[in-house]
């Protein structure tokens, strides 16, 4: 695949470190060796890429931010972020996968977890030995994630859990699940509650398979939980802290997406660039006419500047400043490129664009989610104009 000119760029020292592109050139190497030659077929036929992920596992792509104390990578937040940009510059589903267990579950784990906590389900998942699902949407519960419907009472020592979750990620793949639920009602949501729950615990089963436009490798389920007994030491943090848990948690996931909706565009971008320059009509290659042209130059500015967003919000993070209005802004404004890019990269492809072989319809499909999942482009907006009204 041709490079974008803002590679150059990037090879500056204020934007990157020397870590920070190798780590970006390690995620480049691997995608165009491992992920690049199935992800056709995966798409096709909707298979999650086991091996592929096992590998992303040993190269440490499962564990980018959690302490090597505990299994992981030790690298920043924008070390991830251009892992993750360059992955989901070919296979989103396979970006998705690593985007739940990095940010919503592993950053959760380390971040808010016990230690034993840490010891038994966190080294395992930054380690890529097992994989993390995250379990707050449900079916009557997505935008409005307060009106928590599953429910976690209080016995003693254990925690009954009984409800639904849906559209969840990894959800048959995954070996550990951070549910939230709720334990006090008349609390609202300051009566949620997360909970580890272990795949094999007796009452909880793997529901059916969602049948999706895009990222079809990756795997979506419902999950039902019937009087699961959850142990009391599998509670993260204090009694009722599961939904500020999951927001905190979620305002990190957004820079992951936001991140996977950049790759999206910066692939489907790349790819389009390329085949402009070759196809020729007229007389001369399409690039060098100026309705293609101009269209490039476009899609070109808006991914420099998703790319500078997205990089800021990780920026901010690293840095330990408040960084959830950025993020939301990120992946509002990245996903809608993602959207804008890919469209016109099908275009600029024509009639080879809406067909498998070329790549970019996939890329179009797959940046629909980038708009709904981790908090639709309305919550996003929901987040950022209390942020700026406050
Ligand atoms: N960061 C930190 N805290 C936040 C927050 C944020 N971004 N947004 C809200 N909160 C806190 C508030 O401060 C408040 O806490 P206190 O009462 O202690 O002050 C609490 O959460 C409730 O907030 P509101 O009173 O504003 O509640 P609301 O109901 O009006 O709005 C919401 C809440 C922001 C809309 C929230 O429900 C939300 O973010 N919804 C979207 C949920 C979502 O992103 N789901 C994605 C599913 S996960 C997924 O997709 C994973 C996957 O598999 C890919």
């Not at 290659?285 to 967003?309: G, N, S, V, W």
């Not at 992946?331 to 990269?345: D, G, H």
Request: hydrophobic residues 40%; contains cysteine; neutral net charge.
């Amino acid at each position: 695949m041709a490079t974008s000119s803002l590679d150059t760029t990037l090879q500056h020292p204020d934007f990157l470190t020397e870590e920070q592109l190798e780590v970006r050139e390690a995620a480049r190497e691997f995608t165009q060796k491992e992920l690049l030659p199935g992800v056709i077929e995966r798409d096709k036929h909707e298979k999650f890429p086991t091996e592929q992920v096992k590998k992303m596992g040993e190269l440490g792509f499962m564990g980018m931010m959690v302490s090597p104390k505990y299994g992981g990578a030790g690298m920043d937040t924008l070390s991830y972020v251009l892992a993750i940009e360059e992955i989901s510059k070919v296979d989103a589903s396979a970006s998705v996968c690593m985007s739940v267990n990095n940010s919503l579950v592993c950053w959760g784990l380390e971040t808010f977890g016990s230690e034993e906590q840490k010891q038994k389900y966190l080294t395992p998942l930054a380690k890529g030995e097992k994989i993390g699902a995250f379990c707050l949407s449900e079916p009557e519960a997505g935008s409005d994630a307060t009106s928590q419907h599953t429910r976690a009472e209080d016995k003693g020592d254990y925690y009954l859990l009984n409800g639904t979750k849906n559209w969840i990620t990894n959800g048959n793949n995954a070996s550990t699940y951070l549910v939230i639920a709720q334990t006090y009602p008349d609390k609202k949501h300051k009566g949620i509650n997360a909970l580890i729950v272990e795949k094999g615990m007796e009452g909880f089963v793997v529901g059916k398979k969602e049948e999706k436009l895009g990222i079809r490798g990756s795997d979506t389920h419902s999950l039902m939980f019937t009087d699961v007994k959850v142990p009391k030491a599998n509670r993260i943090g204090d009694d009722g802290f599961g939904f500020n848990f999951a927001m905190n948690t979620l305002n990190g996931g957004r820079i992951g997406i936001a991140a996977q909706a950049l790759g999206i565009a910066a692939g489907a971008y790349e790819l389009a660039l390329k085949y402009a320059k070759e196809r020729k009509t007229f007389g001369k290659p399409i690039a060098e006419h100026q309705a293609i042209a101009f269209k490039l130059a476009e899609m070109a500015t808006k991914i420099e500047a998703a790319r500078l967003m997205v990089y800021k919000a990780a920026r901010l993070k690293d840095a330990g400043a408040d960084f959830a209005l950025s993020a939301s802004m990120a992946k509002l404004y990245a996903s809608q490129v993602a959207n804008e890019v890919a469209t016109e990269a099908v275009q600029i492809h024509g009639g080879y664009g809406y067909v498998r072989e070329f790549h970019v319809e996939r890329l179009m499909r797959d940046a629909k989610i980038t708009q709904i999942y981790e908090g639709t482009s309305e919550i996003q907006k929901i987040v950022i104009s209390r942020g700026i009204l406050k």
